[in-house]
């Protein structure tokens, strides 16, 4: 099974992925995850991207196109692939099915997480994350059992720096104006399942893992 997490940032998209990659047994894989271990390896590609995600844009379809190809195509991709963050634009998801439909596969699920730009950003702002194990947080919704401290022993948590006001501003923008249009694209196809994902973390996972089934 291949499924899609779509959403707005903040709303929930790679906290729910976690829970459902490892419910269905398939690979997680978020295009802004790979995109910030690539910045803090300083690649090329990593190099190319800091601007962008700096700015809350996106960063071009031909380089983050053949970033996520080449995870899809990997030989750890399990019983399928979950994408949190990809396909964020209509070439992107053109690509994806192109490339889907040249290995005999196709896209199962696509899963609309809704929440208001008012919510997501309050979500954002208090957001806290672990550089080295991807855990993620909120200061009151989703609080680490020490302040400030990974659950995991990692150590102290980090601010993400796309999570300020303005660029949280810039990335809703980027979001409704060349993501959102992906739900018109996934409902004509007849995969799209809409969640309503502003509630509690557990409220939210059942509906995701009830509308992945
Ligand atoms: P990212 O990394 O994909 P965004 O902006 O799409 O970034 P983000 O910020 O990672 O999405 P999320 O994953 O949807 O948000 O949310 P999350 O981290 O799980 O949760 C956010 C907060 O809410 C946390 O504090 C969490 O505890 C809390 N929370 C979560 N779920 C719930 C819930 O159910 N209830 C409650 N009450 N709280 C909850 O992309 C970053 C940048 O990379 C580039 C772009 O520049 C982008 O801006 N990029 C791409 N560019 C081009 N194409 C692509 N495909 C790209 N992918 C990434
Ligand atoms: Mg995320």
Redesign the pocket.
């Known amino acids: 099974m291949n499924v899609i997490l779509l959403?707005p940032?903040?709303?929930?998209?790679?906290?729910?992925a976690k829970r459902v990659a490892q419910a269905f047994g398939l690979k997680h894989l978020?295009?802004?995850?790979i995109?910030r271990a690539e910045r803090k390896a300083g690649t090329e590609l990593g190099k190319k991207?800091q601007e962008?995600?700096d700015a809350?844009?996106?960063?071009p379809d031909d380089l983050?196109v053949s970033m996520m190809v080449a995870q899809i195509d990997g030989p750890d991709a399990g019983d399928g692939v979950l994408l949190?963050?990809?396909?964020?634009?209509r070439l992107?998801a053109e690509a994806l099915d192109a490339k889907l439909a040249g290995v005999g596969k196709k896209i199962d699920r696509v899963v609309d997480l809704v929440v208001a730009d008012d919510k997501v950003a309050g979500?954002?702002m208090?957001?806290r994350s672990c550089s080295k194990c991807g855990a993620?947080?909120?200061v009151e919704?989703?609080p680490p059992k020490a302040e400030g401290q990974c659950d995991n022993g990692c150590g102290e948590l980090t601010i993400r720096p796309?999570d300020t006001e303005e660029v949280v501003r810039q990335?809703l923008e980027?979001y409704h104006e060349q993501t959102a249009p992906l739900t018109a694209y996934y409902r004509d196809k007849a995969l799209l399942r809409e969640v309503d994902?502003a509630?509690?973390?557990d409220e939210?996972a059942v509906s995701v893992e009830s509308a992945c089934r």
């Open positions: 959403g940032p903040g709303a929930g998209k790679g906290t729910q978020s295009s802004g995850d995109l991207a962008f995600m809350g844009k996106l960063v983050v949190d963050g990809f396909p964020r634009t992107q979500r954002l208090g957001r993620v947080y909120h919704f989703n796309d990335r980027t994902g509630k509690t973390v939210v």
